[in-house]
């Protein structure tokens, strides 16, 4: 079992080394993730932005760019096309984002000549530890899909459930999140986990065990469940919370980072490679731990 980023760290460690395109690059906080990046000898890094810029920020933390590339573009929007070229060309592993807006980059991802399309949906997911759980767990999606339906969600917990098998969890337990833990037809989201449920008994969501819906408290704490009569494997021990909608997501991401002190990492998925993003708000580790999670996925 996962029980923090150190352990993830540890089997980074172990993977073949990753080319690590990054758009804008002129970032301190990307810089400084990346060169965390090089000395555990994880990335070799293609940096894309203003040259002069990231000449001097390296500088100034001590990034030897002799031990990268660096691509000379001023302009964010030729950075981000030339950063997700390198990946959809085989250049290079993943894609981060640097100092760039998130619709500019997503852009280039799904551009139909240069882009990453899969042909699934392309979701986010938010990998967490914190004190007061046992275990890394994943929540998704916090940053992507606006409202999804029921397929959408059955795509999210699909491209959540691949995370999960990358990091080592075999069976990932999936707890369908929602305001109560009985379902209601007033209520989408317990009706919405009943149904993808159904589909995960049924066979057709697969590599997981799926149950809800779940109040929060009952996906992430035994007590809370047996207090309330409900038996079930996944309660009290999930791997991924799949939230109702984008701000039922956001606001427990940002509970989490800045209530809780949770250590996070950003990652979407559904693409052709993964692509690293992350908030401008989040510190150096979180963009490191998130290099990390495509160290991961690309080795899977």
Not at 22 to 44: F, H, R, S
Not at 88 to 105: F, P
Not at 117 to 135: E, M, W
Not at 192 to 208: F, S, T, W
């Amino acid at each position: 079992m996962i029980k923090s980023f150190e352990d993830l760290k540890v089997l980074a460690k172990e993977k073949c080394k990753k080319r690590l395109s990054v758009a804008v690059a002129e970032d301190k906080p990307v810089l400084e993730a990346v060169k965390a990046a090089m000395d555990l000898n994880i990335v070799e890094p293609i940096l894309v932005g203003n040259k002069e810029k990231i000449v001097e920020i390296s500088d100034e933390i001590s990034l030897d760019l002799s031990k990268a590339e660096v691509i000379d573009e001023k302009d964010g929007i030729l950075a981000a096309k030339e950063a997700t070229r390198l990946v959809s060309s085989n250049k290079a592993d993943i894609l981060m984002k640097g100092l760039i807006d998130t619709s500019i980059i997503m852009k280039q991802v799904l551009d139909k000549e240069i882009g990453l399309r899969a042909g699934k949906i392309i979701s986010h997911a938010a990998v967490f530890h914190v004190n007061t759980y046992h275990k890394i767990f994943i929540v998704t999606d916090a940053a992507m899909n606006i409202s999804p339906d029921l397929d959408q969600k059955r795509e999210i917990i699909e491209n959540a459930v691949e995370l999960a098998h990358s990091l080592g969890i075999a069976n990932p337990k999936v707890a369908v999140i929602a305001a109560k833990e009985k379902v209601s037809t007033k209520m989408e989201a317990t009706v919405h986990a009943k149904e993808l449920a159904d589909m995960n008994r049924e066979g057709i969501v697969k590599g997981c065990i799926v149950e809800g819906p779940f109040a929060l408290d009952n996906a992430i704490s035994k007590e809370a469940a047996a207090h309330k009569g409900i038996e079930s494997t996944v309660a009290g021990d999930a791997d991924i919370l799949l939230v109702p909608d984008i701000d039922a997501g956001n606001v427990l991401y940002k509970s989490l980072t800045f209530l809780a002190g949770a250590k996070s990492a950003g990652i979407i998925l559904g693409a052709e490679a993964p692509i690293v993003l992350t908030s401008r708000a989040d510190n150096q580790e979180a963009k490191l731990n998130s290099i990390i999670l495509g160290i991961m996925l690309t080795s899977k």
